[in-house]
């Protein structure tokens, strides 16, 4: 069974930093996109990051640009998403995704569980 | 500001149907993107429950489904559950953001 198993987060201070993790298992994580999708408390889905179907480039969402980055460690099966310099406003639920499809088809079919992160003094 | 407009709350008594829509544009629904719905349980990540307009995962009930026209979509849920309440997003490939937008999400409760 496919699965993603997120790690990191909590509280952190504004401007601190902070690593999450994401560990896949039960499919070929190499032959797959991934992305972050983080939603704050009450709100709607956005997504931050990811790497677009083919590998060829990296998404960031302006809110994030500059400060987030996304990589992947192919020999672990392990998306990561380090973030700094942090603001109260990336207070939120931070998921991991799987993309499947093509690139105007992309579907987000399998997800973490999901992990919390907290900026505040 | 979402680039896909959903209706933020919906609700019906159970047995009933009820529809969800997700307006886009030219720049996405419109131009052939396809469009994926997912739902959200209270305190729960997201789940795929249609992808390419109209299909359903397996283990996705036939009580939902999925239609695309134009620059819109629909989410239509028949025979309503209580265990059908939730929140509901759809999804689609936007060109100017270079890849996936959310709707803002429609709260589903039933009554």
């Known amino acids: 069974e496919a699965q993603l198993l997120q790690s990191g987060g909590g509280l952190v201070q504004p401007g601190g930093s902070l690593r999450l993790s994401c560990s896949a298992s039960g499919f070929t994580y190499s032959s797959y996109a991934m992305s972050w999708i983080r939603q704050a408390a009450g709100k709607g889905l956005e997504r931050i990051s990811g790497f677009s179907i083919g590998g060829g480039s990296i998404y960031y969402a302006d809110s994030v640009e500059g400060r987030f980055t996304i990589s992947s460690d192919n020999s672990q099966n392990t998306l990561y998403l380090q973030m700094n310099s942090l603001r109260a406003e990336d207070t939120a639920v931070y998921y991991c995704?799987?993309?499947?499809?093509?690139?105007?088809?992309?579907?987000?079919?399998?997800w973490g569980q999901g992990t919390m992160v907290t900026v505040s003094s | 500001q979402s680039v896909l407009t959903q209706p933020p709350s919906v609700s019906g008594a159970p047995g009933q149907r009820v529809t969800i829509s997700c307006t886009g544009s030219?720049?996405?629904?419109?131009?052939?993107?396809?469009v994926h719905w997912y739902q959200q349980l209270p305190g729960t990540a997201p789940k795929l429950l249609i992808y390419g307009n109209t299909k359903r995962p397996s283990g996705v009930p036939d009580r939902f489904s999925g239609t695309k026209s134009g620059t819109s979509a629909s989410l239509a849920i028949t025979g309503l559950q209580a265990e059908d309440e939730a929140d509901y997003y759809c999804q689609s490939y936007h060109s100017s953001l270079s890849g996936s937008a959310f709707g803002g999400g429609t709260k589903l409760t039933v009554l």
């Open positions: 995704a799987r993309a499947s499809g093509g690139y105007n088809s992309v579907a987000f079919d399998i």
């Open positions: 030219s720049s996405n629904i419109g131009a052939g993107s396809e």
